[in-house]
């Protein structure tokens, strides 16, 4: 063994430090000074970055091990930790924004200051400047899997933005609403300076177990405590002021928000809230889509879709309702379980990618930017090490979502709907060659429920062999 003692320190001592520094100077990247803003409303600012197609770093910062939200790793695994090269990648990829799912499970302190972690406020800093860093021109962060409702109707949320409990309380619902507020001030300030390319996005599927559904007082009293929340997000993120008192800030409506649901809550006038002088052009309205949902997230067994006119149906409805009035839309999440079809039938494939065409052209036909949820499991488009696709059904699947013929982003001016998707014929597809690895699934805390697809409503997790996916069962 050598004796250590006798050797000279200094080198190494140096390249340690240097180390250090380097790393702490990634660590605190973020801008010391307020980054210049566009003073553009977020439909121009679309519009004048060319800003068309999206991707989500899905089961990532969202996942949850053991009750505290872990960076790509769920308590059956996940994708991994968040790289530079991964970001690089995406942007080769085509992608123009992505979306950071951000889950707060076990980062937020105790009342009355709830203070959030600096450690994840720093992780979360740092990924964004992976993305700024690779080029990609907008960023989304927002609060995701902490009003989610996985055991309801008769359990309890997982996360703080309970959501059952606040309809069914007063009083809980106002403590709730305080919180968020609290939070949302802690991760404005921390993101201060950031150029607009940095979009809030309030919350994510907020609901009491029903997912949005609903009709009469009982669902318009949803709708409005949903619009407090979103009012409290909002007023939290101004009052900060700086860059944020303009940063584009997106709203969901309830539960998978789709556009429908939205729709309904903007003729009570119950989707937007009072953003003062900035009126609603700082303002988005977050859409998720993932119709029909017995074909996308449902169950990945079954491979029927027929209403190949619907997207363009549903798209053209959400142009006419804001970007024709000068409201930017996004769908936050879209897609498909591309990975687990990958080795199915030819006529299979065929009919997903069709899927796949159909949403990404009638999105973008219509000005409403689709961000395709990629969870690195059974959506899986890019590898989480390079960001690229595989060569194969993956790389066809990209092509997908980038073959919108270069299409003009509609302003506010632009008028009428799109037209169909141009499919005269419907598509059917049937399941022929089952996959030889069993399904399994899980409860979101990591525990095995069986083979057998559950029955109760909640969300859950799909796993078969290497594909990894969140289902809804409704």
């Known amino acids: 063994m050598q004796n250590i003692g006798k050797i000279n320190m200094k080198p190494f001592l140096k390249v340690l430090f240097l180390a250090a520094a380097i790393m702490a100077s990634a660590v605190n990247a973020r801008p010391t000074s307020p980054e210049q803003m566009s003073g553009k409303t977020a439909l121009q600012f679309w519009a004048d970055k ?17 009750g505290v939200a872990t960076e790509g790793v769920w308590s059956w695994g996940g994708p991994g930790a968040a790289t530079q090269a991964l970001f690089n990648g995406v942007k080769a990829s085509g ?4 979306r950071i799912p951000v889950t707060w499970i076990g980062h937020i302190g105790a009342s009355p200051n709830y203070t959030v972690s600096e450690a994840r406020l720093q992780r979360v800093a740092e990924v964004v400047d992976y993305a700024k860093t690779a080029g990609i021109k907008a960023v989304i962060i927002n609060i995701h899997h902490d009003g989610n409702c996985t055991e309801c ?10 959501f059952k409990g606040a309809v069914n309380d007063a009083q809980k619902k106002t403590a709730i609403q305080d919180e968020l507020g609290k939070v949302w001030t802690q991760i404005a300030n921390y993101f201060k300076n950031y150029g607009d390319y940095l979009i809030f996005e309030t919350m994510n599927e907020i609901h009491q177990g029903n997912w949005g559904n609903g009709s009469g ?9 949903l619009f407090d929340w979103n009012q409290e997000a909002l007023s939290a993120i101004r009052t900060t002021g700086g860059n944020n008192a303009t940063r584009f800030v997106a709203v969901p409506g309830l539960g998978s928000t789709e556009p429908a649901t939205v729709i309904k809550a903007h003729n009570r006038q119950k989707l937007l809230p009072n953003d003062g002088t900035n009126g609603t052009g700082k303002l988005i309205v977050a859409v ?11 169950d990945p067994l079954i491979h029927t879709w027929t209403e190949v006119n619907r997207p363009a149906s549903d798209m053209g409805s959400l142009k006419s309702t804001f970007i024709d009035n000068g409201i930017a839309v996004y769908l936050g999440e879209w897609g498909a379980p591309t990975n687990v079809r990958a080795t199915m039938s030819d006529e299979i494939r065929a009919t997903h990618r069709r899927y796949i065409k159909t949403v990404a052209n009638a999105a973008v036909t219509n000005g409403v ?6 969870d690195g499991g059974n959506f899986k488009v890019l590898e989480r090490s390079n960001g690229q696709a595989q060569t194969g059904f993956w790389a066809d699947v990209l092509s997908d979502i980038m073959a919108y013929d270069n299409i003009t982003h509609p302003t506010s001016s632009s008028s009428g709907n799109s037209s169909s998707s141009g499919e005269a014929t419907p598509i059917t597809n049937h399941f022929s060659q089952p996959l030889a690895i069993p399904p399994i699934y ?9 083979n057998a697809k559950p029955t109760k409503a909640g969300i859950y997790i ?5 594909s990894i996916q969140k289902i809804a069962v409704r």
């Open 50 to 66: 060319d800003i068309k197609v999206g991707w989500n770093l899905g089961n990532t910062f969202d996942a949850v091990n053991s």
């Open 95 to 98: 992608f123009d924004i992505v």
């Open 153 to 162: 109707p008769s359990g309890a949320t997982w996360g703080f933005l309970d």
């Open 217 to 225: 007082a009982a669902y318009e009293k949803q709708q409005d405590i």
């Open 288 to 298: 998720h889509y993932y119709y029909p949902t017995k074909y996308t997230v449902e």
């Open 369 to 374: 930017v689709p961000l395709y949820w990629d």
């Open 442 to 450: 899980y409860s979101l805390k990591g525990e095995p429920i069986g």
């Open 462 to 466: 799909f796993k078969q062999g290497h």
